[in-house]
């Protein structure tokens, strides 16, 4: 009885690890905006089976990353500023709530451990690693949501972050902005929440909204994608 019990939550486990995988190639463009792949061969580079990828496939199809076509395989959404955009407007409603929330009501061990991801950042930043942001990004994202204990908030949120950090880690290397520009805000927020300054807070989030949407909008007008 013990080993039927465990099957779903290994399950579980596998398919968490195959999401996190793809979600990263994805955002870091080591799957390329536009590329077409199959799930076999996602498969074999990920070097596990079938059934964790495909339960992280159905995941990634609503987080606005990839479509998987039937019979044709899968494909890798091209970078949308204006789905981009359409994020920022969500995130500009909702993200406010649960930034606040985690800022009063995070434990001294959450705290301590956004203090610690703020040191990271600015590690990262320092030896422009921009695939080690992106990954702090996203446990910065995680470590808010449970710090807010909020699961309808949080669940509205999640998908619409890898979008902007698909678009920042974009700008950063490829088209060569500065990534201190987007990074910095970042620190402030997680140094504000591990101290409970919720105003310096919500500032800093005020501040990367205004300056993620100016630089969602710079791609199109200066035709990044193209060159």
Known sequence: ???????????ASHAEVAYNAIEEMIVTLELAPGESLT????????????????EALLRLKHDYLLAVLPRQGIL?????????LEALDVRHHVEGLLIERATRLASESQRA??????SQAEHSLAIRDNILFSRID????????????????ARAIMPLHAVSRRIGFFLAQVANYEPATTVQPHIEIMQSI???DGERA??????LHHLTRQQT????RDGLLHQ
């Open 217 to 220: 909008l710079a791609i199109e």
């Open 76 to 84: 890798i959404k091209p970078i949308d500023t204006t789905t981009a």
């Open 194 to 196: 591990a101290v409970n």
């Open 113 to 118: 451990e956004f203090l610690n991801m703020a």
């Open 138 to 153: 996203k446990r910065f994202n995680e470590r808010v949501c449970e710090a807010a204990n909020h699961d309808v908030a």
């Open 202 to 207: 919500l500032a800093a989030l005020s501040k």
């Open 1 to 11: 009885m013990s080993k039927v019990m465990q099957k779903p939550s290994l399950l």
């Open 39 to 54: 799930e076999q061969a996602l498969c074999a580079r990920l070097e596990m089976g079938r059934t964790p990828v495909r």
